[in-house]
């Protein structure tokens, strides 16, 4: 008697092909195109083997640790300036007596456009000549010039860090703002019957318990700041002179301008597990919170 698949199994199977090409093929194909010297010059590289020696090629690479501590100064500032935003943002909103529903629509609005966007965007509000900001500054009398923001390592650096926090700051202000609604609002009134002040009952009330969702948001982003590309490639492409470059704008150069897809390939894997260290120590500080949380409510 010939032997059937379950339903389940059957029903799950064109999606299960689908992922295994699209996902899994991929993802073997480019682990192992990390072993080789694969050019996309020479194919013929593909199928020489040379075992691990980008990877120590990567791990010896001031490059590629220079634009990893520059994906970390990044991700540190944008994640605080986006987590501090997004609890004022949240509990602003969470204030509102009216037109609430107006306000959690209006939070969301910058999550509607694409990275690539946002990076024509601002491109365009920092460029010295025509650019938004700088003719409001002059406008204003607050500078006599144009301000190179684009053009000096250390401004295009900011201008970078102002389009990532506008258009993900609101990840942070709608988790946040679930907390607080979901919020019990006995211990808050207790708290206020006790004496405590707004700063006290905000510091030992309602920020252990919004806590989680605070760090949930922080693990989402800071895993789209580690592998941040589109930005960064439309407003400055990494520079000037390198001075913007990422971990993904230095992978993604190392892979199409200099056509080395095997180095490419192994710098992608040890970010990737970079980046699932940041994953592992942002649960572990959610774990905590909540533990936190369970103890003292």
Not at 207 to 216: G, L, R, S
């Amino acid at each position: 008697m010939k032997s059937r698949l379950p339903a389940p199994v059957l029903l799950l199977l064109p999606a299960i092909i689908v992922l295994v090409a699209v996902i899994v093929v991929p993802l073997l194909f480019s682990f192992y195109s990390s072993f080789t010297p694969f050019r996309l010059t020479r194919p013929d590289t593909l199928w020489t083997f040379i075992g691990i020696r980008n990877y120590v090629s990567v791990l010896s690479n001031w490059d590629f640790w220079v634009a990893f501590g520059r994906t970390v100064l990044l991700l540190t500032i944008a994640l605080n300036a986006e987590m501090l935003l997004g609890l004022g943002l949240a509990m602003l909103v969470n204030k509102a007596t009216q037109g609430q529903r107006l306000l959690r629509t209006l939070m969301m609005f910058p999550m509607m456009f694409s990275p690539v966007l946002v990076g024509f965007q601002f491109k365009f509000l920092f460029n010295d000549n025509i650019g938004l900001v700088n003719n409001a500054l002059q406008s204003l009398g607050l500078t006599d010039q144009a301000i190179p923001w684009l053009i000096n390592g250390n401004l295009a650096m900011f201008s970078i860090i102002v389009a990532e926090v506008w258009s993900s700051t609101s990840v942070f202000a709608i988790l946040i703002l679930a907390g607080l609604l979901a919020m019990p609002q006995e211990p808050v009134e207790a708290a206020r019957v006790d004496g405590c002040t707004p700063w006290q009952t905000f510091r030992y009330v309602t920020w252990p318990f919004v806590m989680p969702f605070a760090f949930i948001a922080m693990t989402i982003r800071s895993l789209d700041v580690a592998r941040a590309y589109d930005i960064v490639k439309i407003m400055t492409d990494g520079g000037p002179a390198g001075r913007t470059e990422l971990l993904w704008t230095l992978i993604g150069r190392t892979a199409y301008s200099d056509a080395r897809m095997g180095m490419a390939n192994a710098m992608a894997y040890v970010s990737i597990l970079l980046s699932i260290l940041f994953t592992v120590y942002f649960f572990r500080k959610l774990a905590a919170a909540r533990q936190q949380i369970g103890a003292e409510w």
